[in-house]
């Protein structure tokens, strides 16, 4: 599919901004337009749909600024934003406002989710990069088995052959890999697309029992897991991914370095994609 141009009149802003002067951007507040424009529960008409893409338009400019602090300087962030826009073309088009969900949660799951999949498609990560990646998540899975709890930073570098600074660098190199978002879970969710796992977290009433009870185990794997974490990990996370908020406001709150943080996170996405790694052996194939 053909990129839309991000402009200084779709964006408020110029296509050269700096992602540094993007990251400055304040949170924004973005009220819900769920009965103002679905209420009917028609199909919008054109005017109705360029309406409200201009109303939501600065959430397009918030994600990518808040993607951008963990990506490379040379990612577009053009091509991000513009890839927002096609999911949130995309939210406005499958939006059905009888499972009772608000249109700013899922036109955000959407945005998110096509600039992940724009990511993906440049394989912006190196394959030397990845393969550091993995091997350090079978090392904490190998590990936090063994131990029967999180492995400490030194138990790790031994076990990889590294000294502790060799360590550091390498959470740093392997950052950019742990991105945790809903496409992580949808990779382990039963055969189905990234609309079937939305719809099936949003809607309770779910009448396969199968697929409900698949749901509820990984539901229930992923909280073990959370609550198995450091507390300190387990605090950057609340905080990055629920109380939305940067590294480098964690980092104020918590008295650490930006970059401390920052490998507090890869820690805590490493140890959870080997919890997860763990669990689909056991299970026979239980977890996709």
């Known amino acids: ?45 054109p005017e109705k749909r360029e309406e409200l893409i201009l109303k939501y338009t600065p959430l397009i400019r918030y994600i990518a600024g808040k993607l951008a602090m963990r990506l490379p300087p040379h ?3 053009d091509d991000l934003m513009s890839s927002g826009v096609i999911g949130l073309m995309d939210a406005i088009e499958k939006f059905d406002p009888s499972k009772k969900i608000q249109f700013k949660t899922y ?16 394989d912006w990560v190196p394959r030397s990069v990845r393969k550091k990646a993995s091997e350090l998540e079978k090392t904490y899975q190998k590990l936090e088995k063994m131990l029967g709890r999180p492995a ?34 949808r990779r382990r969710m039963p055969e189905g697309s990234d609309e079937d796992l939305f719809d099936l977290i949003a809607d309770d009433s779910e009448s396969d029992p199968f697929v409900q009870l698949n ?12 609550n198995d974490l450091p507390e300190k990990e387990k605090l950057v996370l609340s905080l990055y991914y629920y109380e939305d908020l940067t590294m480098r406001e964690i980092g104020e709150i918590m008295g650490y370095t930006e970059s401390r943080i920052s490998q507090m996170h890869t820690k805590a996405i490493m140890r959870l994609r080997a919890s997860l790694a763990d669990a689909e052996k056991e299970s026979d194939g239980f977890l996709p």
């Open 215 to 226: 749901l509820t185990e990984v539901k229930e794997l992923l909280i073990n897991s959370i």
């Open 75 to 77: 990612i577009s962030m």
């Open 1 to 45: 599919m053909p990129m839309l141009t991000a402009t200084s009149n779709s964006f408020g802003g110029t296509s050269s901004e700096s992602k540094q002067e993007m990251k400055k951007r304040p949170k924004i507040v973005l009220k819900d337009y769920t009965e103002f424009f679905f209420k009917e529960g028609k199909k919008l008409s």
């Open 152 to 185: 400490e930073d030194e138990e790790v570098a031994e076990a990889l052959g590294l000294t502790m600074d060799q360590f550091y660098d390498l959470l740093e190199k392997t950052k950019n890999v742990t991105f945790l978002d809903i496409e992580a879970l």
């Open 107 to 122: 036109a955000e799951f959407r945005i998110r989710g096509a600039m992940l999949d724009e990511l993906r498609a440049q």
